[in-house]
Each structure stands twice: as structure tokens, then as C-alpha cells.
């Protein structure tokens, strides 16, 4: 068994091992899509003009943005998790004097949550177009799963610089908070960010998440606008970057905590 | 693999002062720097059984972690196999096994045998043999029947073996281990001995053993290197000391619930020479008794304790580590505490 699937079997056992937890991890994702079934069909009636440009049904508006939102939070959150929860139960330093490279311990020790998140993220999608009613119509899958996998990419970065500092500082720190309290409120989650002020828009184009949703938005939607698919796919492009600059933030991270003497330390 | 396979020359490392106030935040600023290592000098070969000893706090745990390449050194070089742990991560990695001093390291919800097939698969075993060399571990520990039981309902005692366990699985040839059998009964305290001997000896490898036991030092070990004012104060076969700590009698007694003050009222009973905590478990304080010469002071001691509301987890006749140093680090002919 390779080193990564050792990772995602150790965590699967442990998510197991509190079942009740893990059952109730699925249904609150159905709970969540017919909470917003119902906010649909009350918006339906009253048909906002700012919807024109996304085929105007706001279940399958809504849907899209919800699922990359509770990708982000996940994807984000989980290697700084991971090691916090391995420094407190001291499992990181002896992952550590294994042949596994300490930055493949920090990315392997989120891997199993970001597999989850993309589980759910199919299965809320699968559930909100064959029993919901949201109308997909997915034109260019290839095209879809690379804006999909930018978009983790990204995150993953952004992860890996929250593991950064949690290695170098005992704490979870606070900027990846920011991020995604920020994405929610202007990526255009919920609502087009055309209903933004034109200051805050302007804003909500510098967060990746902004892209990727609208990028979705435009190739699971049938009669939605790709006038600016090419735009924002290139500022999804452009973030990737954040990807290598996550693992080089990280392997620095490690270097300093093992100069400091805080590798060992929680 | 030709050469010493530890070699460290000239080690410093400093550390930044841990103060009350800088804990709670209330100092800011650069932080006071404690120098703990100031030119540790330490070559192992092959074959060789090396305990080093020395006080608490004197850097002998840090000398570990910089083998282990968990630490990077302020200054000199520590070579594992020839190659530097500065640069070599790859090569400690791959020989170089650690038994910690925290027995809690591992995933409490998994099995014993669980924990070690993950340990296992990081070394990067294959899966068939990975499974073999669990079981053959866990059997000559005598784990084998709490196989499949969780981590969490461990013993302190079965924790510390299956940490024994996970540093042998890649077979390493430069063992390194923390106060081992700290918490482990004698009997499986042996078993485990046997079973180090018997795994250093198959890969002609090597054992750095940090421990408070003078007498598990001495007959495990062929060579004691004494850690003391952040260098290699005495590096010398286990024979010399033998002659110092033969002469010596002392108590380990591990207490729960010892007052503040209690340390120096156990060093005032009659017979008592002086008293020193070796370590500290949970709220269980491991004491090691220096006593004169002649009958042990039990009594006294029993009353003194039990007088401070305190409780005596286990007691046992051995040789004070304490006072082995502070003899062997005294010029000829001079007697300390005598």
C-alpha cells in the first residue's frame, strides 16, 4: 500500500469508527439541497432579472455555487486540520521519522477530507439534477473537469499555506477564514455578483472562487452567457499558481520548525 | 556502509527561553535563547550499545531528535552513515529508528495492529511483508493477543512496547531510544531488551539509549556517554562505571500527589543522601533516592510521604543515575556528596 493510501485508509477507519457522525455527514447534504429546493421555488415566482444570464432558475443557480462553496471550506481547512490534530496527538512527529517526506505527510493527511468533498460535491450535484430538478446540461465534461480541477488545485494550494502556518506557529491561523468568509459574501455563491456594488465587484474578481463559479455556472447551465468564459478562465489559470507556491511555502515551513526546534513542539 | 555510522562533531543548539509571560503573551520581542548543546562531540560504530545519560533538561533528547533529523543543529555537523542530516533526510530516514519518550503517539481509535501496518506502509514496506513483520513484532512483544484492540485501551506499559515495535518495523541499524521501558513492568522490560539486541545484532547496527536506569545501562550497554553542561562530559565503557555504581545504593520510587516542598522534606529524612526527579508521567513523579550506606531508609521515607498526603505507585532498590554522574564527573580522588 503506498503511502497515500495508507493516509486515506487511516482516516476512513477513524471517520468509521464515529458512525453515527459519519452517517449524518450524508444526510445533512440532502437536508441542505431541499432547504434550498424550497428558496428556489419561492424565487421562481418572482423571476429576478439578475438571473437572465444564468438561464434564470435559481435552484440550479444556487445549487452550483453551494456545492463549490462547501467544496472550499473543506479542501482549505483540512491539512492545517491534519496536522494540528496529528501535533496534539504527537502521531506528526513520528510520521516524520518515517521514508515518507514530511511534506507528503502534511499533503497526504488532507487527502481523505478533499476526497470526501469531491464525493459530496458529485453526489449534491447528481441529487439537485436527477431529483430536484435543477437543469444541468453539461456541453464540454473535458472543459468542466478542468475548471473542477483548477479550482481544487487552487484550494489546495491555499490549504497548504494554512498547513505552513500551522506548522511554524502551534495555531490555526486566520487569513484562510478571511477567505472564505469573503468568498462566500462576493464570490457570487448565492446571488450574481452583478447585484454587488461596482467597488465590491471589483473585489470579488480578485478571489478564485469568483471564477471557478462563474465558469460552472456557465458550462452546466444551458442558456447561460459565456461571453466572459475566456476571462475568467485565464484569471483561474493565473491562481493556479498558488498550487507550487502552497508546497514551496510549506517545505520552508518544515525547514524552519526543524532549525526552531518547533517541529516537535504543540 | 563503511565508517562510524553516527558521527556528530561539534553540535550546538540553542533554544528560545519558554517564559510564563511569553506564554501568556504578556512579553513580546525576541524571545532569550537557552543554548542546550554547546559542541557535542559522539562517535558510534557498529556494535556499539551506547547509553547516554545525564541530567534532566541536559539535551540528550535533542541529541536524538538531531540524529532522527527532526532537528536541524545551530552549528557543527551530525552525520548518520556518512551523509549529513542537514541534507541526508532521505538516508536517516531509511535507517534510523526512534522510539520517543510520548508513548501517546499514535491514532487511538485504530488497533495496535492497525497503527503498525500505517507506520509500516510510511517506511514504504511492502504490504506482504509489512503484515509479517507486525505480527513476528507484536508476538515477541507479547502483543500479539491485543492485536486488535484499540490504542486507546492501552496500558502506559503496552503503549511504550508497541512504540519498541514501530521504530523496529523498517529493521533499522542506528536504533534510538528515549527512557524505553519507563513505564514497563521487568518482566516485558527483558523481553523487550532481547528483542533490541536481537535486532541491532541482525543488521550489525548500532543503539543510542537515553535512560534514568543505571543498571539497564549496565547491563545492556558496552559504552556510556555522560551529557553534562551541553557536551560529552564522559564517554567510557560500562565497566568504569560499574565500579562507581556498584558502590552506590539508592530507591526508585515513583510517587502521585507530592506536595510542593516534598522533595526537600524527603531529602531531610535520616539515611536520605539526596533526592531527584528523574521524570514525570501524567501526575506519577519518578524519584530516584540516593540513600547512604547500610539499611535503606523505608521506613522513614514510607512515614514522610504518606505523612504529605502523597501515594506510592511502585518502589524498587536501584543505583541513583544522579549520583553515578556527579561521581564519574569528579577529578580522581575526590568523593562527592560522601
Redesign the interface.
Known sequence: ???A??FL??DF??AW?YRASFLFQAGSLVFSLVSLRFVADLFGQASPHGLAEYGGDYFSFVSLGMGLSLLAYPVTKSFAQGVRAAQV???F?????????PVA?VFYSGLYPILVACVELAAMWGIAAFALGAEFHIADLPLVLLVLALTLAILVGIGLCSAAFAIAFKQNEPLTNAFLAGSILLSGIMYPTSVLPGWLERIAFLLPLTHAVELTRALFIEGASTSSVGVHFAALAGFAVLLPVGFLVLQHSI?WA????S??QY | MTGPMVELRGLQ?A??EQSLARVLRLRRGPSAMRQVLRGVDLTVNRGDFLALLGANGVGKT?VL?II?????P?AGTARVLGEDVRTG??TA??Y???V?A?E???????TAE?NL???A????LP?GE?RARVRELLARLDLDSAARKPFGQFSTGMKQRLAVA?ALL?RPHVLLMDEPTRSIDPAHAAAVWQLVQDEVAAVDGCLVVVTHQVQEALSLCTRVAILADGQVALDTNTDAMERYAGRLSGLSLSVRSLPSGGLERLRAVPGVRDVRIASQVGGELFLEIWTADGDLPLAGLMSEITGMGAAVCSLQRATPLHAVVERLLVPTGQEVGS
Open positions: 500500500m503506498s503511502p493510501m495508507a485508509w487511516r477507519r477513524i469508527s496527538t504527537g502521531t512527529e513520528a510520521m516524520l521519522t518515517t521514508r515518507t517526506s505527510v525547514t526543524r532549525r526552531s526546534g517541529l516537535s | 543548539k533554544f528560545p535533542t531528535k532522527a533529523t527532526l532537528l536541524l545551530d533526510r532521505a530516514a531509511r534510523v529508528g526512534y520517543m510520548d501517546r503517539s499514535f491514532h487511538w481509535r485504530l492497525e501496518l500505517f507506520f506502509h510510511l517506511d514504504r504490504p509489512a514501530r523498517k
